[in-house]
């Protein structure tokens, strides 16, 4: 790690997001309080076992290095991992920028990501329960135009060119309700998706290189289990 970098405490059980977030008795109690963040190379956010973040979801915009990596995982001594429950939560817009194979597979649209990585590199999650039901959500139906698109985990390349080193590790992902008509978006345990940048002369084709998905176990999930797109 950098002499810059920083290590982040959220606790649901015991943190208050008025706390600095810098040590396990000033831990932080949401995961909004670590959304309103701008992380740096060699920080690590870490969860507490047995927390449940309800309603809740960490979406991460920046990158760490090859020789610091933002690592996100888990603290503690509880047998539970702790669990983000994102229950439709953490919208976000993907777009792949063109028509697809047939115009009636849908290119562009909301998904909810309770970990969504955005165009970062050099990210670390592991050690985490993920869901993303659609339980809560009323009057959602199972029809493709009233199905949200929803993943435990989507990894995104866009507009910085080729995103390297992702790494997803022993996440226990379940219960993720997407829209299995949409093939093409975000739907399912684990999806990467290299969309068409904003100005691809400037930034170069979006891709991914060395990527590491390990340990995850992936169950009950809609449409995909792990995919890329």
């Not at 449940?52 to 991992?81: C, M, N, R, W």
């Not at 866009?158 to 978006?185: A, E």
Request: charged content about 20%; hydrophobic content about 35%; glycine content about 10%.
């Amino acid at each position: 790690m950098t002499s810059l970098s920083a290590t982040y405490y959220v606790s649901q059980r015991t943190g208050s997001d008025e706390n600095d977030g810098r040590t396990c008795s000033t831990a932080f109690a949401s995961l909004s309080a670590i959304n309103r963040r701008s992380l740096q190379p060699g920080d690590r956010v870490l969860l507490e076992r047995g927390s449940v973040f309800y309603g809740q979801y960490l979406h991460v915009t920046d990158s760490g290095t090859k020789e610091a990596p933002i690592v996100i995982g888990a603290y503690g001594t509880a047998d539970a991992p702790p669990r983000i429950d994102a229950c439709g939560q953490g919208i976000w817009y993907q777009d792949y920028g063109c028509a697809l194979d047939s115009p009636t597979h849908v290119h562009h649209g909301y998904v909810s990501s309770a970990v969504l990585l955005y165009d970062a590199a050099y990210v670390t999650v592991r050690d985490l329960e993920i869901t993303n039901r659609a339980d809560d959500v009323i009057g959602e139906q199972y029809s493709q135009p009233d199905k949200l698109e929803r993943t435990g985990v989507a990894v995104v390349a866009k507009d910085k060119g080729t995103r390297c080193g992702i790494t997803l590790q022993n996440l226990l992902i379940h219960d993720v309700h997407g829209n299995v008509y949409d093939k093409h978006m975000n739907n399912g345990g684990i999806y990467m998706t290299a969309l068409q940048p904003a100005d691809e002369t400037a930034t170069g084709v979006a891709r991914f290189a060395d990527v590491l998905v390990e340990g995850c176990y992936v169950a009950h999930v809609s449409r995909w289990g792990i995919a890329v797109g």
